[in-house]
């Protein structure tokens, strides 16, 4: 039984390695290709070709029309998974870069189906981020990330989130209420920090920036022990300029 096992092995192997030969073949040509000309540049008989063409067809990776062979929808989904990869890979290195010169904990939240939802933290034993013992989703109100992300909603949107998560006290230093919220949120500019101090965590001040995609919002924040305080303006300044370096790979995640 061994030894069969081992000799059908790097036939199954092989299989793979000539279907993706074909993959990357038909890959090659913008308009397709036909099954002999994919067997030549293959290298492959034309009988295994048109096995392999006919499998990957049934299951979706490549379409079939008019004798010619193209890219299907699963070989997309593919090719698209891995440029989202790419681009996670992208914003992950930039905050742990960001986190490592400024030496804060840096957060990356985006606003989605009417929902505060923290997408990636990079943090550090030495700089550990701010543990999260109350649900971010359901005291915006109360944290940097949450009051960022509020202030880019239209008004519609900001008055449901609060009807779902009324205002209430996480700490001694959290807004009063929901009218001082407001507040708050309208005397905001746009596109500049918004800073709370204790207001979520006791002992820890945080800030956070606006990054939208059209309808969609987003936001990169800090957070630092409140005996390091004078280090949060300079620190999120900082990072302001440079979140415009991969603006275009932050939006990317915020709109899918």
């Not at 109100?141 to 998560?165: K, T």
């Not at 929901?178 to 207001?199: F, V």
């Not at 969609?216 to 990072?239: N, T």
């Amino acid at each position: 039984m061994a030894t069969a096992s081992s000799a059908a092995s790097p036939t199954l192997i092989g299989s793979v390695q000539r279907a993706l030969r074909l993959l990357e073949a038909v890959g090659s040509h913008a308009g397709g290709a036909p099954a002999k000309q994919l067997a030549r540049e293959t290298d492959l008989p034309l009988p295994t070709a048109y096995h392999l063409l006919r499998t990957l067809t049934h299951e979706g990776y490549l379409r079939r029309e008019k004798g010619v062979f193209t890219l299907g929808d699963a070989a997309r989904c593919l090719v698209g998974g891995a440029t989202l990869q790419n681009r996670r890979s992208k914003i992950e290195d930039s905050m742990a870069y960001w986190r490592d010169t400024i030496g804060v904990p840096i957060y990356f939240a985006v606003y989605r189906d009417g929902e505060i939802e923290v997408i990636a933290v990079s943090d550090t034993p030495a700089d550990p981020a701010v543990d999260e013992w109350a649900d971010f989703r359901e005291t915006g109100h109360a944290h940097a990330i949450g009051q960022c992300l509020l202030s880019q909603l239209d008004e519609g949107a900001r008055q449901d989130h609060l009807d779902r998560y009324p205002v209430q006290p996480i700490t001694p230093y959290t807004v009063r209420d929901r009218r001082a919220l407001l507040e708050r949120l309208a005397g905001t500019a746009p596109m500049q920090p918004l800073i709370e101090r204790q207001e979520y965590a006791l002992g820890t001040v945080c800030a956070a920036i606006p990054i939208t995609a059209g309808s969609a919002a987003g936001a990169m924040a800090i957070s630092l022990p409140l005996h390091k305080e004078e280090r949060l303006r300079p620190a999120v300044d900082w990072l302001r300029g440079e979140v415009g370096s991969v603006l275009y790979s932050l939006a990317f995640s915020i709109s899918i």
